[in-house]
């Protein structure tokens, strides 16, 4: 080989792949590969070079230097198999999150196959929500069944594990209420509803439905919050149950069970009626909520509420015999006030067109309601003018032969003059929370309707499939726990998702909420900071996915090894953020 040839060993040694590096002119480097043998000679050690590898290809000398090293070296098409590979970086996430909140032991202090289920349903609705049968084929398509060590998993054991969560549903709550409703005391609470497939529960019923559902059965449950959004407590009721209903049960559930003495109920306008506020007051409870309109109305009829007040600004605190003990806020927004009259005459734009057509086929030569009967033109009108839900702002003139109609410009105004105009209402005292931050506590209500949109995109409460009471209610109670893992997700992976992580704070708690500099440009540029891809959590939780594990065998041996997928930077950023440490 070269100019060295081929030599036999002349002595013993081990042999070698020996890289020699040498400089000649200019600089230049030449590089040598020798095979060469090493031995001790007189008591120093001597090289024998047996032949010259620098005329192969790099590999072809990496696999005589594995060889010679003792290694054995595998054909890649025929003895180099990788037998399977699963989907794990979401579930090393998920499952992660999960243990930070440490929500393994607040289940149950003891590890059991039903504690392993229960946590199973858990993630699986984070990373492939589906029905509890799918869930028993997907939770071996990744590495969730390894990690939890299911094994083959029936359906019966999913539902069973549900009623066992059941039964630990009231002290579960109870130490997230201890977590995270610590502190003043302020619990923001709404309400929901989601429907039902079959008819066969006893809690599915017809009632107002916010999946605009129609002719569905629905089961509402009503969500309780921290402050910042934490989901601290699910009940579940009728379809036909009244958001305004489940207010004592609530209550009595935050200062009976959750022990939490000076509860500061945060509810909306729809919640908290004038007879559930009546009733707080009573109880001790304070609450914040705001007006309806028919109250607001009133207000402006006594003289308590004066339009002259946001003349100059847009916040005002007032008090009215209406409300006795009441502390009332006055907010208006402009741009919620502009948008609102620029709805409303589209609205009535579209109404009179409607109604035109009405009065052509009326009055024209060959309309087809010429000459008609007052109750035949009637009929037609009526299936027109509320089209579009300002029926309430037109005069119909209905004879035999002739209609007619204008709008009510007096009521018009009347609503106009309340355009970007709420009244929030609170027992609080101004010493405990001021008028400013009194609104900022009611718009916290949107994390609330958050956790509704998310629990119902992305975990996917429904269609409710179950049957039992226990079970939809069981199923419910698990949404809410994904939903927990879900916030905890989406806190720690914030800088690398779209999510506002500054939000500003406007000194005008009237003023329409802004983003951050940051967001702004995170959204514009769809990346973030560190000039990673933006995503949302579900995207990155896909993202994630592609960490796979994959089962490896080499040859025909039976023997297999575990090998992760090398993370991405964006990958190993998230695992960062999560403090997950993967391991094959």
Known sequence: MGGYGLLMPKRGGSVHVATIKTEGKGGRVYTSHLLRRSFREGGKVRHENLGNLSHLPIEVIDGVRAMLAGRALVDLDSGFEI????????????????????????????????????VAMVIQRLIAPGSKLSATRRFGQTTLADELSLGEVKEAEL???????????????????????????????????????????????????????????????????????????????????????????????????????????VGDRGMITQAHAEALTEQGVDFISALKAPQIRKLL???????????????????????????????????????????????????????????AMVEGERGSLRKAAAGRIGERAGRVVNRFKVAKHFELRIDDASFSWQRKEGQIAAEAALDGLYVIRTTCPAELIGAAATVRAYKQLKVAERAFRTMKDSIEIRPIHHHLETRVRAHIFLCMLSYYVSFELHARLAPLMFTDEEPLSPADPVAPAERSQAARA???????????????????????????????????????????TTPTELQARAFDRLEVKLHA
């Open 83 to 118: 037998c399977r590979s699963l989907p794990h970086g979401h579930v090393a996430a998920t499952l992660g999150a999960l243990r930070s909140l440490d929500l393994e032991r607040l289940v149950c202090r003891e590890r059991c196959r039903e504690r392993d289920l229960v």
């Open 159 to 265: 539902l069973a594990a549900m009623d066992w969560l059941l039964e630990r549903q009231d002290r579960i709550e109870r130490v997230l209420a201890k977590r995270h409703l610590a502190g003043e005391g302020f619990v923001l609470y709404d309400l929901s509803s989601s429907y039902v497939e079959g008819r066969a529960c006893p809690l599915a019923t017809l009632g107002y439905s916010r999946d605009a559902k129609k002719g569905k059965l629905q089961v509402n449950y009503g969500l309780v919050c921290s402050p910042q959004g934490r989901p601290v407590a699910v009940s579940v009721h009728e379809g036909r149950v009244q958001d305004q209903t489940t207010v004592p049960a609530t209550i009595e559930a935050v200062r009976g069970r959750f022990g939490i003495e000076n509860v500061v109920f």
């Open 301 to 359: 009829e006594a003289g308590d509420l004066q339009l002259g007040l946001f003349d100059e600004r847009n916040l005002a605190e007032i008090a009215s015999e209406e409300f006795p003990g009441e502390r009332l806020v006055v907010c208006r927004n402009p741009a919620v006030a502009a948008e609102r009259a620029r709805k409303r005459a589209e609205l009535l734009a579209a109404t009179e067109a409607e109604l035109e057509k009405v009065r």
């Open 522 to 564: 995170k959204a514009g540029s769809s990346r973030t900071e560190d000039g990673f891809v933006a995503h949302s959590l579900g995207d990155l939780l896909a993202e994630l996915a592609t960490v796979c594990r994959n089962e490896v065998r080499i040859g025909d041996r039976e023997h297999t090894f575990a090998r992760l």
